[in-house]
Every structure is written in C-alpha cells, then in structure tokens.
C-alpha cells in the first residue's frame, strides 16, 4: 500500500494551495469570473447538441467525434491558458472536457478513483474542475473524501478491479460535498475517492474539466488481461484522449500504445475492515452528507461504476 503519496514535482506556483492538495487532495484556487463563464457557454452550446429530454451523463471522451474532440480542446485552452499560467508552472493540459449531468436519477458517478494515466512514483495526476452554474447536492456536485489520495495504490485501469470497488457504503459517510458557484475553480488530486449524486433538478448540470500534468510526465495506462495475468503499463502517445476511441467501453484488450512493463503484482482490493483501518490511519472525518435520518438509510444506491455509468451514456449529436 502507497501511504506516501505527496505531491511530486509540484506543479502549482501558490504554496498555500499546493500545501492544501497534498494534506486534503483538493483546494479552491479562486473564481474564472462571470465574463469567462459566459464565454465557456456559448462554446458550450456551439459544440453540443443534445436530444430532448436526454438522460444520464455525457461526457466528451464518450464522443466518437474526434473532431469534435479536437476542437473543444483547442477553444477550450486557447480561453483557459490565461488562468493556467497564473496557477501552474511546468504544466501541459492533456485534455479539456465537457461532463453533462442530465435530470435524471441515474446521472449519479459512483465513487471512485480516476484510473492511472502517469507515472505516480514520479508525478502526481491533478484535475481542475469548473462548473458553469452553481452546483449543489441536487444537481450533481462534486463530493471528495479528503486525504484519500494519500492511500491510493498507483495501478489502477478499466479492465480490472479497483481497489475500493467493494466498499462503497463504507466510504459514503467520509464524503464531503463541495456545493461550488458557477466559475469556481476546484484543483484535485484525481487519486482522491469521489463521486457525485444524481442531478434530481430541471436543468442539465454542466461542468469543464481539465487534466494537467508535469509538462514532462508521459501517458500511461494500465491494462490487465484476467486475475493470473500481470498488470501491464503502457506508453500512450500525447494525442491519446483526442484519438482514442473506446472510453465507453470497459477494455478487454490492450488496445492503444506501448508496452513499457509488465508487473507480476495482485492490486490490493480493500476490505470494510481495510478501509476502516485506512481511513483511522490517514484521519479521514466523517460527514454523513448522504444519511437521511428520517428513512434511516442511505439515499444513494450502491451502483458499480462503470458498468451502471457506461449503460446510461447519453445520445450526443453533432
Ligand atoms: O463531473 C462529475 O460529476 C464527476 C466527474 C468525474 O468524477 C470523472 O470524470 O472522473
């Protein structure tokens, strides 16, 4: 188990908010401003045509549209660069995305970790995530659990069992909403557990995500054939989150890139009693966010969560 994982080669030029993500995971790095926001709109509403009455979840690495794809990314940093430069330093964007939360009960993300996408021992995986419009319990916020970043095991894919996958309703207490107003800018460890509830209001929850990485970090991934197989690391070129095709699908084959290596380790697969260690170990505080005394149980169901997130892809129109 990595309990170590600090910020390396730190990429933020505040040291009070590189401090704050490497101690919780997260930090709130200000306000984009409403003139930005409006702008990010319109490139919105450019870009993305959506069915009536859509549900689930869209997001823009399930678009098949590479151009698409492309051409969000390019607008997407040519108006964001100037804020980039004032937080990081030594940074690339790999990717710029659109994550549409529709009203729908089942537009929940389950909890999770993002799956490994650089070297953890020498980098650490930051996300930025801007919402459009306010965002609350109701609508879909991002929820954290604070300090789990720090216990994240550094092999994590698509094609095998993460780690936590079985303990979700033991970590839904140590969830932490972050109700956020439209162009707050939220940096997190993407190692960190999260999850965000379904979108139960009227209007589709719009949030831009982008990943950033130590300028010199490469792309990898992880892939795993079967239990008794190794897990394999492979290289993927720059241009991987613009070219390649099949996100929505859980990968049962190595499709994409450069074997670099191949480990002969079982990733660890948490029990309750392991993460209730993990979690006394690492000082996680408990919230309750998603406890309602009334009904006595919890609100959200358990749903694993690529399976249920990659049945509910929304229909995208371009
Ligand atoms: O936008 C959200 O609600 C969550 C997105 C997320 O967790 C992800 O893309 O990994």
């Given at each position: 188990?990595?309990?170590?994982?600090?910020?390396?080669?730190?990429?933020?030029?505040?040291?009070?908010f590189?401090?704050?993500?490497?101690v919780?995971?997260?930090?709130?790095?200000?306000?984009?401003?409403s003139?930005?926001v409006?702008?990010?709109?319109?490139?919105?509403?450019?870009?993305?045509?959506?069915?009536e009455?859509?549900t689930?979840?869209?997001?823009?690495?399930?678009?098949n549209?590479?151009?698409?794809?492309?051409?969000?990314?390019k607008?997407?940093?040519?108006?964001?660069?100037?804020?980039?430069?004032i937080?990081f330093?030594n940074?690339k964007i790999?990717?710029?995305?659109?994550?549409?939360?529709?009203?729908?009960?089942?537009?929940a993300?389950?909890?999770?970790?993002?799956?490994?996408?650089?070297?953890e021992?020498?980098?650490?995986?930051?996300?930025v995530?801007?919402?459009?419009?306010?965002?609350?319990?109701e609508?879909?916020?991002?929820?954290?659990?604070?300090?789990?970043q720090?216990?994240a095991?550094?092999?994590?894919?698509?094609?095998?069992?993460g780690?936590?996958?079985?303990?979700?309703n033991?970590?839904?207490?140590?969830?932490?909403?972050?109700?956020?107003?439209?162009?707050?800018?939220?940096?997190?460890d993407?190692?960190?557990?999260?999850?965000?509830?379904?979108?139960?209001?009227k209007?589709?929850?719009?949030?831009?995500?982008?990943?950033?990485?130590?300028?010199?970090?490469?792309?990898?991934?992880?892939?795993?054939?079967?239990?008794?197989s190794?897990?394999?690391?492979?290289?993927?070129?720059?241009?991987?989150?613009?070219?390649?095709?099949?996100?929505?699908?859980?990968?049962?084959?190595?499709?994409?890139?450069?074997?670099?290596?191949?480990?002969?380790?079982?990733?660890?697969?948490?029990?309750?009693e392991?993460f209730?260690?993990?979690?006394?170990?690492?000082?996680?505080e408990?919230?309750?966010?998603?406890y309602?005394?009334?009904?006595?149980?919890?609100?959200?169901?358990k749903q694993?969560?690529l399976?249920?997130?990659?049945?509910?892809?929304?229909?995208?129109l371009?």
């Amino acid at each position: 188990m990595n309990s170590n994982n600090t910020f390396k080669k730190c990429i933020l030029k505040n040291k009070q908010f590189s401090e704050n993500v490497n101690v919780n995971g997260y930090v709130f790095a200000g306000n984009i401003g409403s003139e930005l926001v409006l702008k990010i709109i319109s490139v919105y509403e450019e870009h993305h045509k959506f069915l009536e009455n859509s549900t689930g979840v869209f997001h823009t690495l399930y678009s098949n549209d590479l151009s698409y794809r492309i051409i969000l990314n390019k607008v997407l940093s040519e108006l964001l660069k100037p804020t980039y430069d004032i937080l990081f330093k030594n940074y690339k964007i790999i990717a710029n995305l659109i994550i549409t939360k529709f009203p729908d009960q089942n537009s929940a993300f389950d909890i999770h970790q993002d799956t490994t996408s650089l070297n953890e021992n020498a980098f650490t995986p930051l996300n930025v995530w801007i919402p459009l419009q306010d965002t609350s319990l109701e609508n879909g916020c991002l929820c954290v659990v604070p300090k789990s970043q720090k216990f994240a095991y550094p092999y994590r894919g698509t094609s095998f069992k993460g780690q936590f996958e079985d303990v979700s309703n033991e970590i839904k207490p140590y969830l932490l909403p972050l109700k956020m107003k439209a162009g707050d800018i939220l940096i997190f460890d993407n190692r960190m557990l999260h999850f965000s509830p379904p979108n139960t209001l009227k209007k589709p929850r719009v949030v831009m995500m982008s990943g950033i990485f130590q300028e010199e970090a490469e792309i990898l991934t992880c892939f795993k054939k079967d239990e008794q197989s190794p897990i394999e690391i492979y290289k993927q070129n720059d241009d991987y989150l613009f070219t390649y095709k099949n996100f929505q699908s859980i990968s049962t084959t190595s499709d994409s890139g450069i074997k670099i290596k191949e480990l002969y380790i079982k990733p660890p697969i948490s029990s309750k009693e392991d993460f209730l260690l993990l979690a006394e170990q690492h000082n996680l505080e408990i919230y309750n966010a998603f406890y309602t005394p009334i009904k006595n149980q919890l609100f959200v169901q358990k749903q694993p969560f690529l399976s249920t997130l990659f049945d509910k892809i929304t229909m995208f129109l371009k």
